[in-house]
């Protein structure tokens, strides 16, 4: 299950307006992935100091991290979607973990030889907005302790999926699980609402709320819909399923999702909307020695 996890500020711009060179990792190791149990994903990002680890993630996750985008802009080989690596590496002392999408650009421009290009393309996706009646869920109370984190305090990125639902933790206090037709939210912003809704929807969602505070909230669905959920975050996930699960999300609608949101004051509306998108031209499927 992708979608994941770290976002980052924006590098400072350097005086004549030029972008200062990047930074690179110290240190920095990537290795294949171990496998993980069948029909299950373990994944995650962790930054502890002055080390950061990434584990069991595509490259195509690693390029968005990296670019600032999300997966679904992300396009190339079939590979980049499906091998899994993990990336070991330590920040330079005095390197703010601020600039980690340019030291993890570097890392993998040049461990995997990546080119690639851009383009814009129009997507439909979802636009979740506050819903006519306005808002059914109340923001949780301001964390006093969030005004002395910073960039270099530890923070992780922890998901673990299965057939019985999936969990993930966003670190300090924010995670949501999906398990016996239930998905409860926990400090959730609305940037990881989105990520959460993506892995179970059949087009991207794009936040239009304007909302930024965090949120506890629980959708039910119909455990029909469950199971076409759960199957859609697999596929998303790289997990190879039998013909006849896939079969399941021919005309999925989970219409039970769409009911929930509406009833804490959201709404999901289908639309286009052109999306800045990378297309991988090249890259080696075994990254150089570390």
Same mark, same amino acid.
């Given at each position: ?35 993980? @149990?069948? $029909? ?26 990296a670019y600032r985008m999300k997966p679904y802009q992300i396009s190339g080989p079939d590979w980049i979607f ?20 340019? #030291? ?11 080119? #690639? ?13 506050? $819903?006519?009646?306005?808002?059914? =869920?109340? @923001? ?48 959730? *912003? =609305?940037?990881? %609402?989105?990520? $959460? ?7 991207? %969602?794009? &936040?239009? *709320? ?18 076409? #959920? ?48 990378? %297309?991988?031209? &090249? ?8």
């Open positions: 299950m992708k979608n994941f996890l770290l976002l980052f500020a924006i590098a400072s711009i350097a005086a004549w307006g030029q972008q200062p060179a990047r930074p690179e990792f110290e240190v920095a190791t990537i290795r294949p992935s171990a496998p993980s @149990p069948e $029909a299950t994903v373990t994944a995650g990002a962790r930054i502890d100091g002055a080390q950061v680890r990434w584990v069991s993630l595509t490259l195509k996750n690693f390029i968005a991290t499906s091998d899994r690596f993990d990336i070991a590496a330590t920040i330079p002392a005095g390197v703010s973990t601020t600039q980690m999408p340019e #030291m993890l650009q570097r890392l993998i421009e040049d461990r995997f030889q990546l080119k #690639m290009h851009r383009e814009k393309k129009d997507f439909p996706v979802y636009a979740l907005e506050i $819903a006519k009646g306005g808002l059914k =869920m109340q @923001p949780n109370p301001s964390d006093p302790d969030a005004a002395k984190a910073d960039a270099n305090t530890p923070a992780s990125t922890n998901i673990n999926g299965s057939a019985q639902g999936i969990a993930i933790d966003f670190g300090r206090g924010s995670s949501y699980t999906f398990a016996n037709n239930r998905f409860e939210a926990r400090k959730l *912003t =609305m940037p990881n %609402v989105v990520r $959460a809704l993506e892995l179970y929807t059949d087009r991207p %969602v794009v &936040d239009m *709320t304007g909302l930024t505070g965090t949120y506890d909230f629980t959708l039910e669905v119909t455990a029909e819909d469950y199971q076409a #959920m759960l199957i859609r975050a697999a596929v998303s996930a790289g997990v190879t399923l039998p013909p006849q699960a896939l079969r399941l999300l021919d005309g999925a609608s989970i219409p039970s999702l769409f009911d929930s949101v509406q009833k804490i004051g959201l709404k999901l509306d289908a639309r286009k909307a052109p999306l800045d998108t990378i %297309v991988v031209d &090249d890259a080696r499927k075994t990254p150089t020695d570390n």
